[in-house]
């Protein structure tokens, strides 16, 4: 008998555990409400709104909204599409309203008139592509696409008239319709200027100068484009900021002037001689210039080699400084 009530419990037990778990493998499994989902493509179908949809998941059941758009569909409406394809006892979950996104690729302004200036500079050779501006007549906006849509935006017809600097074109976006843009293109040009003023004499340094962008039309000819050209050199007048720099504002900077005591370096066979004197005139680095030797009162004739230090002779080695005394220098060394 007890035998007998042991077995029977056991087979109760067991009864209890199979019924147990089915249910709850059955509620893990339910159809539930989603409440937001990102679809991609036009259409909407059930297993992007519903979990565990099941043979329908794949059922067309509304329209996506725009590309790169957020639309909001309400519970009843799920509800009642999905009935319709005999999902019954969807769970809602308490969601009102469904969130609804379709997935996109934005192609943004600047990749859209990128074609339109390198289309300009091939077709009119208006200069490269980065010295154009372009002016549109109406602002540019970005384009929303497929996000498996990976080619960029070409041009499908370009013109242009020199005159009134006016273009007109069509640009194709794959995947989406094709654009009319119009507007005026300025060709730029990059020059030097100066962020300061730069009085006549002064030499120019690196914080002196800036590169600014102007259009080509208003912009002289020979206008400088290289900074490193101007630095060390000096105004050849007074020179104001912003200006454009022109290598007839610049010289070489004077190393003598006028009046300026300077040291006198004869090169002879195996000597070199230094003797005072004073300049005739101002003189850049290599300049010819008269010096007064103040020894004979003569007028002779050397070539600038440094501050203050002109060179005579058979341009060998020069070495001078400011001031007067006699250096020479010969095949083993110098003596004063």
Known sequence: MIRQLAIALAAAATLATSTVLPAAASDQSKPRLRAAATVTGDIVRVG????????IANVPIFRSPDL???GVVSAAAVVAAVRAHALIGLDT???QDVLVTRASRAIAPK??????????????????PKDLTLRFDYDVQPVQVEPTVTAGPRIKRLTY???????????????ARALRLT??????KEIVTLARSVTRGNTIKQDDVV???????????????????????????????????????????KLVHRREVVTLVYNVPGIRLTVRGRAAEDGARGDMIGVLNEQTKRVVHGVVVGPGRVMLGDGGTQVADRGG????????GTAR
């Open 211 to 253: 590169m600014t962008r102007r259009p080509q039309r208003r912009t002289p000819t020979d206008a400088i484009t290289d900074s490193a050209s101007v630095i060390g050199l000096a105004a050849r007048r007074s020179l104001q900021p912003g200006q454009p720099l022109r290598n007839t504002d610049l010289m070489k900077p």
């Open 161 to 175: 008239n020199p005159g009134t600097t006016r273009f007109n074109a069509v640009v194709a976006i794959p995947g």
């Open 48 to 55: 992007d709104l519903v979990s565990h949809a099941g043979v």
């Open 68 to 70: 790169g758009t957020t």
């Open 111 to 128: 990749e859209i008139e990128a074609p339109v200036a390198e289309g300009l500079s091939k077709q009119y050779g208006l200069g490269k």
């Open 325 to 332: 005394g006699v250096q020479t220098t010969g095949a083993l």
């Open 93 to 95: 979950g308490g969601v």
């Open 183 to 188: 507007g005026h293109v300025t060709v730029m």
